[in-house]
């Protein structure tokens, strides 16, 4: 079975979520990123959300996560809990 790791910022709005990928796609950090903005708990360690499998998270994280680049911040992604852009770190 497939796994994969990544981190995220979870932020309220999706204009807040496109400034904050624009600041990291002009060389911002994405983990300071994350604990400055994020209103997820990962947010302490830089957004780390560690390794997980297929059915972990939410159906829309999935989604990117399992099929989308490796490397690349993609987002925003709308769930319930808000707008996140999320990194994938590794997938294999």
Do not use: W
Not at 3 to 30: M, P, Q, T, Y
Not at 65 to 76: I, R, W
Not at 82 to 90: M, N, R
């Amino acid at each position: 079975m497939s796994s994969a790791s990544a981190r995220h910022i979870l932020v309220g709005s999706e204009e807040e979520c496109n400034k904050l990928k624009s600041e990291i796609e002009n060389g911002g950090d994405f983990g300071e990123s994350a604990k400055k903005h994020s209103k997820c708990p990962s947010g302490a360690s830089g957004g780390d959300l560690g390794e997980f499998r297929p059915g972990q998270m939410v159906p829309e994280f999935d989604k990117v996560v399992f099929n989308e680049e490796v490397g690349k911040v993609h987002g925003p992604v709308k769930t319930s809990f808000g707008y996140h852009l999320i990194e994938i770190t590794s997938r294999s």
